[in-house]
């Protein structure tokens, strides 16, 4: 899953636009480092911070 696609999953944002706003603005970390590419392909245990939440990705949704 894209880190665009996983943040619009959990609810975090609305749109993609949205989502690539907060993105390249720095505002999102993957693994305690900055991440400004939307399609950064997330792997299973990665973890998602974005305004001081954090999540860990277990990997593709089900659904």
Do not use: H
């Not at 943040?7 to 706003?21: I, M, N, W």
């Not at 603005?25 to 973890?47: A, T, Y």
């Amino acid at each position: 899953m894209q880190l665009d696609q996983f943040l619009k999953f959990q609810g975090l944002v609305s749109t993609g636009g949205e989502a690539k706003l907060l993105i390249q603005q720095g505002l999102v970390q993957v693994n305690d480092e900055i991440e400004k590419r939307r399609s950064r392909q997330l792997q299973k245990g990665d973890k998602i911070n974005l305004a001081s939440e954090q999540f860990i990705y277990s990997g593709e949704p089900t659904n």
